[in-house]
């Protein structure tokens, strides 16, 4: 397998406030994204999860690092690296002025997909693959927050991006919705020949176990990776069926014992 | 808002005036004095005046020094306040000068500028644009401070250059807050033309109604304080229509 994101010995530390000290976030974190490939970073809050996608994505500079690596080239040296990622945030983040074309379409001008004639074809397939193509010239606040969220997901979608970097996605809606978000999600992955590779920060524990293809589980900070596994289980995966449950009987106990959390 | 809705509300607003003036026709009737003259008298004055063709210099010259005024206030109002809501100094550094700027009387003002530079239509544009600044200035700058960081964020994650956030995120944002200081400053830039004409011009709808106070004109007085209500309302109206257009969100 591939590797498509390397992340190579991460320092991470922000001052701390009146005088304390430093608060470290990542020491020597060293993490291989493999390509095509569903990673789930499970930790808990404020381990440092949507950090690493920030990172990732070139938002935020570490304190050092050895290698921020994309496809072989270290973002910080390429630049425009980032810009085979698209990004979905924990809310919406639409602009209201905007329909939920408009909304793709800004993405879509941002990371300059080309040619722009196919753009329309492009928002036409991903929002009636996420069942919005009657609602693409909605303005957000006509359409529901789940709607808002899957008109999210599209204006990620629609860039073709080799990299979708999700943070929480779905942890701000009510869990009918957000599970058939996941269902959608997972469709739109697999339905590509050569899948995208997707990082999907949670702190849920059975959506990881749900959804992942790899799932990595951090610590509290200052943080590091206290357990792996790849997840060798056919797509869709029904919440309630033993293996699903038995997989997150195995991240609770590894919490448990590698993390130090009690539950 | 549906078309229903807004005849609905549209017939509440007439229904009020209708009220406001058979209300003022009643008490001019009741008290029959010379301070109050009937409404009908003063729309009578002001058909006459509007069908001789004589409110219409006065008002024009009025409705010239107001926009002009107005135009700039606002031009350099959005300025100061895009510029204080990006920089922090610059904010802290002229804050309480604009806080001067709003607190100082507007009379005081008018007073000191028509002393200071002459009674000139220069002087009126600059008053106004001085009185107007400020309002429109902080108002900007507080609109934008409640500007989503958020939304920064996911621009930039998606590297849409300055000049499309300019255009696709931050104008957009801005235009409500603008049309509606908009409408607050340009009533104020049409009471500060008016004031300054009642003290110091020898032309306009203040200068008229200054005429008439003189020689005791009650009715004649009212007409032209009508005709600059009515005028006023006709903007504001034509404003709300253009916020409506223009914000279809």
């Not at chain 1, 993405?107 to 996420?130: I, R, T």
Request: charge should be neutral; include cysteine.
């Amino acid at each position: 397998m591939t590797v498509k994101v390397s992340l190579r010995d991460l320092h991470l530390a922000f001052p701390g406030r009146d005088g304390a000290g430093d608060k470290v976030i990542y020491e020597n974190l060293n993490l291989d994204i493999d390509e095509g490939s569903f990673t789930v970073l499970l930790g808990p809050s404020g381990c440092g999860k949507s950090t690493l996608l920030n990172i990732t994505n070139g938002l935020l500079k570490p304190t050092s690092a050895s290698g921020i690596i994309v496809d072989g080239n270290d973002l910080r040296d390429q630049p425009e690296m980032s810009r085979k990622m698209a990004y979905v945030f924990q809310g919406a983040r639409l602009l209201r002025w905007k329909t939920l074309a408009q909304n793709a379409e800004f993405g879509l001008a941002g990371l300059n997909v080309q040619p722009k004639e196919k753009w329309q074809g492009l928002m036409e397939k991903y929002f009636s693959a996420v069942g919005l193509k009657d609602y693409m010239n909605h303005y957000p606040h006509q359409v529901s927050g789940g709607m808002q969220q899957r008109a999210s997901i599209v204006r990620a979608w629609v860039n073709e991006p080799e990299i979708l970097l999700m943070d929480e996605p779905f942890s701000h809606l009510d869990e009918i919705t957000a599970a058939t978000m996941r269902r959608i999600l997972i469709d739109l992955w697999r339905q590509d020949e050569t899948r995208r590779t997707i990082i999907f920060v949670t702190h849920d524990i059975a959506e990881a176990a749900q959804m992942a293809s790899d799932i990595v589980m951090l610590t509290p900070a200052p943080s590091s990776i206290c357990y792996r596994r790849k997840v060798d289980m056919p797509w869709p995966r029904a919440m309630e069926s033993d293996e699903v449950i038995d997989l997150e009987k195995e991240l609770r106990r590894a919490f448990s014992e590698k993390a130090g959390i009690r539950f | 808002m549906t078309a229903s809705m807004r005849l609905k509300e549209y017939s509440a607003q007439l229904a009020s005036l209708v009220l406001i003036i058979l209300g003022w026709e009643i008490a001019a009737q009741t008290m029959n004095t010379n301070a109050l003259p009937p409404a009908s008298t003063v729309f009578a004055t002001l058909g006459g005046l509007v069908a001789d063709g004589d409110a219409f210099g006065p008002l024009f010259s009025t409705l010239l020094r107001t926009v002009l005024g107005f135009a700039l206030g606002f031009l350099l109002g959005t300025a100061y306040g895009i510029f204080a809501a990006t920089f922090k100094t610059f904010d802290e550094l002229t804050k309480w000068l604009i806080q001067i700027a709003i607190f100082t009387p507007t009379l005081i003002l008018i007073f000191l500028f028509l002393v200071a530079i002459g009674r000139t239509n220069f002087t009126v544009i600059i008053l106004i644009a001085l009185v107007v600044m400020p309002m429109i200035g902080t108002y900007i700058r507080d609109a934008l401070k409640d500007f989503d960081p958020d939304l920064e964020g996911m621009a930039v994650s998606y590297k849409v250059p300055l000049h499309q956030r300019v255009t696709g995120m931050y104008l957009p944002f801005l235009i409500p807050p603008m049309l509606a200081a908009g409408r607050i400053g340009f009533t104020l830039s049409w009471k500060v033309a008016f004031l300054a004409e009642i003290f110091g011009f020898p032309n306009g709808l203040g200068w008229q109604v200054r005429q008439t106070y003189q020689i005791y004109n009650v009715a004649g007085l009212l007409a032209w304080l009508c005709l600059f209500i009515i005028t006023l309302i006709a903007i504001e109206q034509l404003m709300r229509f253009v916020e409506r257009r223009v914000v279809t969100w």
